[in-house]
């Protein structure tokens, strides 16, 4: 069964951290190609960091705040993201790719960043 389940949203002020976690069944976590996106009120879902063969990348305006990590042993992805901007605000959303390229999502996390 493919499951994907986030935790750790929240609100939290400006320059603050918080650290995303993603549970992938091991279907989804052997494959080692999983991610984030986030989609904001009113805008498109974009990607945010992911790891694909070994390499983790992250989108530009996140590089530096935000550190994206696995848990091996857990079957667990984590999104470690410190000095949050309110333009982070949004539902974060961890995907995993399947043995057939098909993607696969969780229910998304909210994260609001406010003072």
């Known amino acids: 069964q493919v499951q994907l389940v986030e935790s750790g949203g929240g609100l939290v002020q400006p320059g603050g951290s918080l650290r995303l976690s993603c549970a992938a069944s091991t279907s989804i976590f052997s494959r080692n190609n999983m991610g984030w996106y986030r989609q904001a009120p009113g805008k498109q879902r974009e990607w945010v960091a992911g790891?694909?063969?070994?390499?983790?990348k992250y989108k530009e305006s996140v590089k530096g705040r935000f550190t994206m990590s696995r848990d091996n042993a857990k079957s667990m992805v984590y999104l470690q993201m410190n000095n949050l901007k309110p333009e982070d605000t949004a539902v974060y959303l961890c995907y995993g790719v399947g043995p057939y390229g098909q993607m696969n999502w969780g229910q998304g996390t909210q994260v609001t960043v406010s003072s």
């Open positions: 790891i694909a063969s070994g390499t983790i």
